[in-house]
């Protein structure tokens, strides 16, 4: 992992800003001669800039996104824990900032993106794609930077952040504002609200035929269910390796997203978006129902759709990620 440090205040659609910036990132591969052979992945809510660890299905030699041919780039979203600046990141006292850490907005995210694309001394990218939240970085980059992003894989993600959306993130910060350790200032401070948010998190990341057929009993138990025991087990592992901060602020920046502010309107916007596009969409998605996708790939006028058959929901994409390598594969969208 490497990580950019820019000492330049870093100012926020909000009006506050960060100083310093700093992101964490990982490459693979080699940049070519030309310039031309640059994948940027962006990734979802609480991933990392390591995309070759979580999507290893697609990500590495011989991959759909092989790199031996391309030179990829992932970095860790402002906000996060992994790395780029966010709510565990030192203030001038040397404490971590926590809950004094201020709104970023995705748009932030993806500006945030572009000093190190800048700094990379990237002019090109040939694909850009995202899942998710990720998705929702891809389509701002490319209103945003429409001569230096070429192609987009917007996947399982949506133009604006919808009511049904951002009630689902309202409800898990309910739940980590509850706790009250969370306004301890301290690193472990709401993580039994964490595990709480996680576990809400997980019914609309997933199905109830997943759920009926994984989670089911073949006794006659009236207690000790599979699926609480999932559920519980799923919001430990998260509380284990993320910040209940920075699940705070990259929720309100996930609500924050709509790629219309300020551009006449979701449909102006996706009109308006130059590159060649590929838009996935999932059958089984409850957070960002098919529909969402559709309508993007309805408006961008360089557009295909293809849908991933999944029983596993909105996390397909992390899931079935044969599945979407086929996808990729047939549509030959990185040539």
């Not at 990392?48 to 979580?54: G, I, L, Q, R």
């Not at 699926?227 to 920075?246: E, T, V």
């Not at 059958?283 to 098919?290: A, G, Q, R, V």
């Amino acid at each position: 992992m490497h990580t950019y440090r820019d000492p330049l205040p870093f100012v926020l659609e909000g009006g506050s800003s960060i100083s310093p910036l700093e992101i964490a990132y990982h490459t693979y591969g080699t940049l070519s001669a030309d310039a031309d052979n640059v994948i940027w992945i962006c990734h979802a809510l609480t991933g990392n800039s390591d995309a070759a660890s979580w999507w290893s299905g697609l990500v590495g030699p011989d991959r759909i996104i092989d790199t031996n041919r391309y030179f990829v780039v992932c970095a860790n979203m402002i906000g996060s824990c992994y790395g780029s600046t966010g709510p565990t990141s030192p203030s001038e006292t040397g404490s971590p900032l926590f809950g004094s850490f201020p709104l970023v907005t995705a748009r932030d995210q993806v500006r945030a993106f572009i000093r190190l694309r800048q700094e990379l001394g990237v002019e090109r990218i040939h694909t850009l794609i995202g899942g998710s939240m990720g998705g929702q970085h891809v389509l701002e980059w490319a209103l945003l930077e429409p001569k230096v992003v070429e192609r987009i894989v917007p996947v399982a993600t949506n133009s604006k952040h919808s009511p049904w959306a951002v009630a689902f993130n309202t409800a898990q910060r309910l739940a980590l504002e509850a706790d009250p350790t969370f306004y301890e200032d301290r690193p472990e401070g709401g993580a039994a609200g964490l595990i709480a948010a996680r576990a809400m998190g997980m019914i609309s990341y997933r199905t109830p035929v997943l759920f009926n057929v994984r989670q089911r009993e073949d006794d006659e138990r009236i207690e000790d269910f599979h699926a609480d025991s999932y559920q519980r087990h799923q919001g430990l592992k998260l509380a284990h390796r993320f910040s209940a901060h920075a699940y705070h602020a990259l929720t309100r920046a996930m609500d924050s997203h709509d790629i219309g502010r300020g551009r006449g309107g979701i449909g102006v916007a996706l009109r308006s978006i130059t590159a060649k596009t590929l838009v996935v969409g999932i059958d089984s998605d409850l957070l960002f129902p098919e529909a969402e996708q559709h309508f993007i790939g309805d408006m961008i006028p360089r557009s295909r759709y293809r849908r991933l058959t999944s029983a596993a929901g909105h996390d397909a994409f992390l899931i079935d990620q044969r599945k979407l390598s086929i996808i990729l594969h047939q549509e030959n969208i990185f040539s």
